[in-house]
């Protein structure tokens, strides 16, 4: 099989040019053939992965966050040409959600490995999410972070501090199965995996192969009870929480009073007032692990805590790559 990776060499926070000839070398060390392109602006991504489809690409590797996985795998859908990914972003929702190591030498390992899954993904007024799509607070958070220059975690969550200050939230309604929900809520998030990324589990029981997606209202409460929703999200026990509503659907709407920001998969997008989300079953082919472990509130979030902590600690290790 023939591979075609392409790097985004804007995404994350380390630099592509000491990761770009790591990356060749366990490429090649697997046994991988591969060509390798690079992304020049915003969108090329997936007319790349178009391109590399209709030429007969076998499978093609996205090296970079989930802005760079959202646009490479929306060039995949539709067709038996398979997605690797390679998380050398800030987030890594896809990667983490599938079990896809935040580790260069195995994440490669899993794509030379061959196992594929049947993926899922979603639709909000035709624009592709495979994570998440959302409006509120988050959408707020990444219109915000869409003007900084850095990226990383600190940037983050320095925006996250300043848009709570002055954020607030909108009545919506919502449309699902025949009913009507009216509620005005800190934030809607259309979930086809089961976190925003860096293990903030939004939607924990979601899944990429079920053809719905999970739902997740956080409603409007005082200063506490939204810390408390918060921090339920990185224990994993958001459904437990009472200011909290989840359900699936394969499709809904969601209306506002007036257009304004949205997010899928992170990255800021302007939307109507009125919203159409629908659900894409088995419509993408994903190298994924072979085993998948269940989901776990509070454990899994911690071990994987640790893990990323340990991984961040090899790195800074003289001699240690990843």
């Not at 690409?57 to 970079?64: D, L, P």
């Not at 809607?188 to 089961?194: L, T």
């Not at 409460?221 to 339920?232: R, V």
Request: net charge neutral; proline share 4%.
């Amino acid at each position: 099989m023939k591979h075609l990776l392409i790097v985004n060499p804007a995404s994350g926070v380390v630099s592509k040019h000491k990761l770009v000839p790591l990356i060749c070398h366990l490429l090649r060390e697997k046994g991988i053939d591969y060509d390798i392109v690079f992304t020049k602006a915003p969108g090329h991504g997936h007319e790349l992965a178009r391109e590399a489809s209709a030429k007969g690409y076998g499978a093609v590797i996205a090296c970079g966050g989930d802005g760079t996985v959202n646009e490479i795998a929306s060039g995949l859908t539709g067709t038996d040409t398979v997605l690797g990914i390679i998380p050398t972003g800030s987030g890594n929702g896809l990667a983490r959600h599938v079990g896809i190591p935040i580790d260069l030498a195995r994440s490669i390992s899993i794509i030379a490995a061959g196992n594929t899954v049947k993926a899922d993904y979603g639709m909000a007024n035709g624009n592709p999410f495979f994570c998440t799509f959302g409006v509120g607070f988050d959408a707020a958070v990444s219109e915000r972070c869409a003007r900084e220059k850095r990226r990383g975690i600190l940037m983050y969550l320095r925006n996250v501090i300043n848009e709570y200050i002055k954020f607030r939230p909108e009545e919506y309604t919502i449309e699902v199965d025949g009913k009507v929900i009216t509620e005005r809520a800190f934030l809607v998030v259309c979930c086809n995996a089961s976190q925003y990324g860096n293990n903030a589990f939004i939607a924990p029981t979601a899944s990429i192969t079920d053809g719905e997606l999970d739902v997740t209202i956080v409603h409007t409460g005082n200063l506490i009870a939204q810390a408390i929703a918060g921090l339920d999200i990185l224990t994993g026990l958001i459904r437990r929480n009472a200011f909290v509503d989840v359900f699936r659907a394969s499709s809904l709407k969601i209306k506002r009073k007036s257009e304004g920001s949205g997010h899928v998969d992170g990255d800021a997008v302007k939307l109507p007032e009125e919203i159409e989300v629908v659900c894409c079953p088995a419509a993408l082919n994903l190298f994924a692990p072979t085993k998948s472990t269940s989901f776990r509130p509070i454990i899994t979030p911690v071990t994987l805590f640790f893990r990323d902590l340990g991984l961040a600690i090899r790195h800074l290790l003289p001699g240690e790559r990843q």
